[in-house]
C-alpha cells in the first residue's frame, strides 16, 4: 500500500514544478519565442536593397517599419519609399499595401527617414526628395491604414516643401528626420537645412502642413521656418495639442545645448523656446513625453579629459511643462546608438558590442528610471546582445545596421538589417527580434525553515533560507544586531547559536535584494531557554 501512495505523491510533487515552471515569467532579456521564427523575423525583398529608417507600434500591437528601397548595384539611398506592417505575432500583415509591403512610387528619388501615425490609423512618412536639377526637397507622404498611397494628399500623395529661407537662392534641405500628427489633423515635421552662416554645417528646419499635405500659411513663411534645433531627436505631442520639438546642438566654441521648442496648437506661430548647455559633447538619442507633462531625455555623452581616453556616459534630463530644467544626471555606460522608454519610465538602450567586428552583436541594456543600470535584464551583467542577420544564401560580406527599438506592450522590439559594404549586388533584409521586457517590480520572497516556531532555542540549529526570484540576489541574514550569513544563492545554509545569545526574546532578521533594486525583508521572533 505504501509504495502506489509514494509513486503518487512523487507525481504530484513533479506536476507542482512543472505547473510552477509554467506559470513563472519569462526572464526579462529573454528571446521571445512565439515571435515569427524562435522570437524573428526577417524580410528580405527579391530585387530592391531595404534600408529601413524607422519603426513603430501600433496600440493595436501591430508592427510597422518604413524606410527607402534601392535597386541592386545603386548606392544612393534615395528610391521608392516603402513601408511594411507585421502582425502582433511577426506575421506579414497581408491586407496592408501588397502582401504587407506598400511602395510610393515617385517621379523624383525618395529617402525617408521618419514616421507616424495619425489618430484615424493612416501613416506618415518624412524625408527627402530630389527634382532634376534643383536643391533638396522636404517630403512628407500619407498612407491610408490600408497601405495605399493617399493621391488627395499633397500632390499625389506627397507634400514637397522647399526650405526655409529668405535668400533667392534657398539652401537645400538636409533631412526631415521627424514628423508627428496633432489631434487637429495637423501635421509637425523637423530635420535640418543647409545654414546660410559658413560657421555651421546645418540650420534647423520645421515644417507645418494641414491634414490634405497643404502648408499651413499660420506658419512661419508658407509653412515653414528656420526655428528650434538642427538635430531633432523626437516630435512630442501634448494632449492640449502643443508640439515639443527636442533635440541638440553644439556650440561654435565647445559643449553641447539641449534644446526644446514648443510649438502652439493655434495657426500662429508663437514658440516657447528652451536651452540647456552641456560642457561636454551629447549627442541626443530619444525623449518621451510622461503622464505629468514633464519631458524625460537621454542621450550619449563623451567625456575626455586631459590625455585619458575618452569615457562614456548616457546624459538624462527631466524637463518641467514650462520647458524648465528640473534635473540631469549621468550613468556609466560603453555607448548606445538607440533607445526607447517603456510605460514605467525605464529605458532601454543599444549599441554595438564590439566596434572592431565586421558584424557586431548589438547589445541591450535597461536602465530603470533612467538612473540605474537594471542586472535583472538579460545575462548576470544586465546585458543581452542579438544578432541581425544577413540575407539567406548570400555571399555576404558586410555590415548591420540598426533600425530602432520600440515597446510593443511588454515586449521589446529590436529592428535592424545587413548591407553589403563591398558587393553592392548583394541582397539585403530587415531583421525584427522581440525580447521579454516586462520589468521585475517585486523582491524576493523569503522564507526559513529549521526554525523551531513552538519551542525556545537551545544549542545550535542549522537554518535553511529561501530567497525566491527570477533574478540573481544578495541575502544578508541577523540575530538582533549580529550578522549570521550574507549569500548571493537563492538557496542557502546558516547556523544559529542560542548558546551565544541570552536567555529570551530575540529579531532573526532577513533582508535580500534582487538584480532589479528591489527589497524583500521578513523578520521572525526567537526564543531563547534560560
Known sequence: MRAPRLLALILAAQLMVVATAAAAPPHAGSVDRSFGTNGRVKLSLPGER????????????????????????????????????????????????????????????????????????????????????????????????????????????????????????????????????????????????????????????????????????????????????????????????????VGWDERFFGGTDLNLLRLGADADPSAAFASHSYRSWVRGIAASLRPDGTIAFVGEMITSPGKRVARRWIARA????????????KVATTGF???????????????????????????????RDIRRHDLSFGDRHGNRLVNIDPPSGSSYTGTADLTGLAMQGAKLIV??????????????????????????????????????HRRCQAGTTELVVHARDESRTTTRAWIDRRRLARSTRHRFRTELDATKLKPGRHRLRIRSHDAAGNLGARSWTVRVCG
Open 337 to 367: 546608438v538607440a533607445a526607447t522608454f517603456d510605460r514605467r519610465g525605464a529605458v532601454l538602450t543599444a549599441g554595438p558590442w564590439l566596434a572592431e567586428a565586421e558584424m557586431p552583436p548589438w547589445q541591450i541594456a535597461r536602465y
Open 318 to 329: 527631466l524637463i518641467g511643462p514650462e520647458l524648465q530644467l528640473l534635473e540631469r544626471g
Open 50 to 245: 531595404v534600408r529601413p529608417s524607422a519603426v513603430l507600434v501600433q496600440p493595436d500591437g501591430r508592427i510597422v517599419v518604413a524606410g527607402t528601397l534601392v535597386a541592386p548595384g545603386q548606392y544612393s539611398y534615395r528610391g521608392p519609399a516603402f513601408a511594411a506592417r507585421f502582425e502582433a505575432d511577426g506575421e506579414l500583415d497581408t491586407g496592408f499595401g501588397e502582401n504587407g509591403v506598400a511602395r510610393v512610387a515617385s517621379s523624383t528619388p525618395l529617402a525617408i527617414d521618419g514616421a507616424a501615425l495619425q489618430p484615424d490609423g493612416a501613416l506618415l512618412l518624412s524625408g527627402t526628395t530630389t527634382p532634376e536639377g534643383g536643391s533638396i526637397l522636404g517630403a512628407v507622404v500619407r498612407l491610408s491604414a490600408a497601405g495605399h498611397v493617399d493621391e488627395g494628399f499633397g500632390s499625389g500623395g506627397i507634400a514637397r516643401i522647399p526650405p526655409a529661407g529668405v535668400n533667392p537662392y534657398p539652401p537645400g534641405v538636409q533631412q526631415l528626420s521627424h514628423v508627428a500628427a496633432m489631434p487637429d489633423g495637423r501635421i509637425v515635421a523637423a530635420g535640418s537645412q543647409d545654414s546660410f552662416d559658413p560657421h555651421t554645417a546645418s540650420e534647423p528646419y520645421v515644417v507645418r502642413l494641414m491634414r490634405d499635405g497643404t502648408p499651413d500659411t499660420g506658419f512661419g513663411g508658407e509653412g515653414r521656418a528656420s526655428i528650434g534645433t538642427s538635430n531633432p531627436i523626437a516630435l512630442l505631442v501634448r494632449p492640449n495639442g502643443e508640439v515639443v520639438i
Open 415 to 452: 529592428a535592424g538589417y545587413s548591407h553589403p559594404s563591398r558587393q553592392p549586388n548583394d541582397g539585403q533584409s530587415l531583421t525584427l527580434i522581440r525580447l521579454n521586457a516586462r520589468q521585475d517590480e517585486s523582491g524576493p520572497r523569503l522564507d526559513v525553515s529549521g526554525l523551531p
